[in-house]
Nanobody
Framework: QVQLVESGGGMVQPGGSLRLSCAASGFTFENYAMSWFRQAPGKERDFVATVSSVFDTTEYEASVKGRFTISRDNAKNTVFLQMKSLKPEDTAVYYC?????????WGQGTQVTVSS
């Protein structure tokens, strides 16, 4: 069974940084693109970033481009989201995601709160 476990969330002040991690198991990690999504209270779950399986090609939602960096360590079956210059509007539950075995798999999420 696919398992995704996020960690690294917390509360930071505006302008601060956090690094999220997602430990994956249950599939051949290096063969799959990995993504981060987030969901703020009262809002839909939105795409944040993705990193491809082979060439480490990355894509970002416009509001995080230049501030967030997605990366992966295939030897450790882990995907990261380095978040810098955090803003209050980044406050959300952040979810790790993979499309595998013809379905979407999600972690339980990790809370990121950006507040002064």
């Amino acid at each position: 069974q696919v398992q995704l476990v996020e960690s690294g969330g917390g509360m930071v002040q505006p302008g601060g940084s956090l690094r999220l991690s997602c430990a994956a198991s249950g599939f051949t990690f290096e063969n799959y693109a990995m993504s981060w999504f987030r969901q703020a209270p009262g809002k839909e779950r939105d795409f944040v970033a993705t990193v491809s399986s082979v060439f480490d090609t990355t894509e970002y939602e416009a509001s995080v481009k230049g501030r967030f960096t997605i990366s992966r360590d295939n030897a450790k079956n882990t995907v990261f989201l380095q978040m810098k210059s955090l803003k209050p509007e980044d406050t959300a539950v952040y979810y790790c995601h993979v499309r595998a075995f013809r379905r979407d798999w999600w972690g339980q999420g990790t809370q990121v709160t950006v507040s002064s």
